[in-house]
């Protein structure tokens, strides 16, 4: 399982949700979805959400342990 801190990033950096889907070239639901810990995002996601929050990726997304 993939863990993740887009939702506390985006509310600091205060970004709606529909604001950071289209800043990374997603829906809104995709942002819900990847919140929620329901959705896995590709590379290419992960990376421009990195981007978008000038942090490296691991920073944003861990893997969540057994």
């Keep these: 399982m993939l863990k ?3 939702k506390e990033l985006r509310a600091r ?3 709606t949700q529909g604001e950071l889907a289209e800043r990374v070239g997603v829906t809104r639901q995709t942002i819900v979805a990847l919140e929620k810990g329901s959705y896995t ?3 290419l996601l992960a ?3 990195a981007e ?3 942090m490296p990726i691991e920073e944003i997304f861990s893997k969540e342990e057994k």
Excluded: A, G, H
């Design 52 to 54: 978008e929050f000038r």
């Design 4 to 6: 993740n801190k887009v």
């Design 47 to 49: 990376m421009n959400i």
């Design 41 to 43: 995002p590709s590379l």
């Design 13 to 15: 950096f205060t970004l």
